[in-house]
């Protein structure tokens, strides 16, 4: 079955940096597109990038443009979500998702970043 496990989330001041990564297991990689989503608590999980399949097309939500950057490797099914100068409302829990056509059909089980003052 599809499995997606989110990794490299954690604590860091405000300023910092993480890098948080997905491996893909049980699809055909190449064919999907990519996407990181995450929701804070009491809110609605939100969009906050994604990567075309051959990684060239990247997008991201207007809060993280210019901090954070999307990257993937198709040989080890891997993305990956460089997040730079963190701050207090980008704490969540960041989920890993695959979209084939229209909509992200598999989700991860999601990874807390909580970055403080």
């Known amino acids: 079955q599809v499995q997606l496990v989110e990794s490299g989330g954690g604590l860091v001041q405000a300023g910092g940096s993480l890098r948080l990564s997905c491996a893909a297991s049980?699809?055909?990689?190449?064919?999907?597109?990519m996407g990181w989503f995450r929701q804070a608590p009491g809110k609605e999980r939100e969009f906050v990038s994604s990567?075309?399949?051959?990684?060239?097309?990247?997008y991201f939500a207007d809060s993280v443009k210019g901090r954070f950057t999307i990257s993937r490797d198709n040989a080890k099914n891997t993305v990956s979500l460089q997040m730079n100068s963190l701050k207090p409302e980008d704490t969540a829990v960041y989920y890993c998702?695959?979209?084939?056509?229209?909509?992200?059909?598999?989700w991860g089980q999601g990874t807390q970043v909580t970055v403080s003052l």
């Open positions: 998702a695959a979209n084939r056509s229209s909509n992200y059909d598999y």
């Open positions: 990567i075309f399949r051959n990684g060239a097309d990247t």
């Open positions: 049980g699809l055909t990689f190449s064919k999907y597109r």
